[in-house]
C-alpha cells in the first residue's frame, strides 16, 4: 500500500482524461525518443508500482520492440520485485504457505496466453507469453505449466521471501487456517495495456492471487476476459481486486464489448461495476470490498474506476507519466 501513497497524485475526471497533455515529454526521455508517426504510445497500469514500470514499456515501444514485449517487459518489474507482496516474487502466499501465481498476455488480435496455479518461476507473464505464442492453447495450469516453464528454459525459484514468511506466519496464528476475508487489503495486482503509436494494442496482467487464498484457487487475472481483454478494433481493459467479482461478469470483455457499442472507458468502466452490483447486491454489503477497472479505447482515450475509493492508475502518454486517482461508485 505504501508505495501509493508516496507520490502525489492528480485527479482527472471522466472523459477528461482523455485529453492530457499531446506531444509532452517528460524529463528522462528524450525528444528523440518520440515515435514519429500518428500518434504516441499510450501505457495504462493499475496502482503505481514505480516509474520503471510505464518507462520499460514506453522505450521498447520506441526502440522498436511490439506492444507484446511492452507489456511483457513492464509487468516483469513488479513480478521480480520482493518488495511488492502481490506479485511474482515476494507475493505472499496462499494459506498453506505456498507461492502460486497467475497472469496472462494478449494482443489486439485476439492471441493469448495464460497460466494458472503455477509455482516456483518468478516470471509468469513470460511463460503465457510461450504459451501464447509456441502452444496451440491458451491456458497452462499449475504442474504441467511447471514442467512447461522448465522445458523451455525458465529456473525453479523459491518466491516465498523471509518477510512473506512472517507475515503468513503470523495470519496464520490469528486465523487458525481458516479461510481469508476476500478484502480490499488484499490486492495490488497489475494489469497494464499498451498501445503505440500506430494502434497496435496489447495487454498484461499478472498477480499472486489474494494472500492466503485456499490453495488453488485462481483469481480473474489469467482468465482472459475476466482479468484481462483486448481488442484493438475497440480497446482494451484490465481488473484488480476481489477477482471473483471481476470472473462473474467477465468483467474485462464487458467493458471492451461496452466501449464496442460506443461508451466511454469511464462509462464502461462504471457499467461493468454496476453489473457486478446489481447481480451479487451481497458485494456493495461488505465493507472491504474493492474491484477496480481501467480501460483504454483505440483512440488514447482512458477510464478508471473502483467500486471503493482508493484506484489508483498510472498513465503513461507519449512518455510523460501520471499517477491518477480513479473515480468511485461509493466511499
Ligand atoms: C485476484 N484480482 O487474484 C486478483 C487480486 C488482485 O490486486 O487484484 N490483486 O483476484
Known amino acids: 500500500m505504501k508505495r501509493r501513497t508516496f507520490i502525489k497524485t492528480t485527479s482527472l475526471a471522466g472523459a477528461a482524461t482523455a485529453l492530457l497533455s499531446k506531444r509532452t515529454l517528460a524529463s528522462g526521455f528524450s525528444q528523440a ?9 499510450v501505457i495504462l497500469s493499475t496502482w503505481y508500482f514505480g516509474k520503471a514500470v510505464p518507462e520499460a514499456a514506453y522505450k521498447t515501444i520506441v526502440n522498436g520492440g511490439t506492444v507484446v514485449d511492452a507489456v511483457e ?19 505472499y502466499p496462499d494459506r498453506d504457505g505456498k507461492v502460486t501465481l497467475d497472469a496472462s498476455i494478449m494482443d489486439g488480435n485476439g492471441n493469448c ?10 516470471h509468469p507473464v513470460s511463460v503465457a507469453r510461450l504459451v501464447m505464442e509456441k502452444t496451440q492453447h491458451v491456458m497452462l495450469a499449475g504442474e504441467g505449466a511447471l514442467q512447461f516453464a522448465l522445458e523451455n528454459g525458465f ?16 495470519w496464520l496464528k490469528q486465523s487458525g ?8 487489503d488484499n490486492h495490488d495486482t497489475i494489469g497494464l495495456l499498451a ?12 498477480t499472486s492471487g489474494l494472500a492466503w487464498k485456499v490453495r488453488g484457487r485462481v483469481g ?8 484481462l481483454y483486448v481488442d484493438s478494433d475497440v480497446g482494451g481493459a484490465t481488473a484488480t481486486g476481489i477477482g471473483e467479482a471481476v470472473i462473474k461478469v467477465a468483467g474485462s470483455f464487458l467493458i471492451v464489448e461496452l466501449m464496442r457499442n460506443g461508451k466511454s472507458p469511464q462509462e464502461a468502466c462504471k457499467l461493468a461495476l454496476e453489473r457486478i452490483l446489481h447481480k451479487q447486491p451481497k458485494y456493495g454489503q461488505e465493507n472491504s470490498f474493492l474491484v ?15 467500486y471503493k475509493k482508493g484506484l489508483q492508475y498510472t498513465l503513461c502518454r507519449g512518455g510523460k507519466i501520471q499517477v491518477v486517482d480513479g473515480e468511485y461508485l461509493t466511499k
Open 177 to 184: 487456517y481458516k479461510p481469508a476475508p476476500m478484502n480490499k
Open 33 to 41: 525518443d518520440a515515435v514519429s508517426g500518428d500518434s504516441e504510445p
Open 220 to 227: 480473474d487475472s489469467p482468465i482472459i476476459g475476466a482479468g
Open 292 to 306: 477496480g477497472f481501467i480501460a483504454l479505447r483505440k483512440d488514447g482515450e482512458v477510464g478508471g474506476v473502483s
Open 155 to 170: 529456473k525453479k525459484e523459491n518466491l516465498l521471501t523471509k518477510e512473506a514468511e512472517e507475515a503468513y506466519q503470523n
Open 195 to 206: 498501445m503505440d503509436g500506430k494502434g497496435n494494442m496489447a495487454g498484461a496482467c499478472t
Open 113 to 122: 496466453g495464460s497460466v494458472v496455479f503455477l509455482e516456483h518461476i518468478m
Open 73 to 91: 517487459n513492464a509487468v516483469r518489474i513488479p513480478e521480480g520485485d520482493p518488495k511488492v507482496t502481490s506479485v511474482g516474487y515476494g507475493g
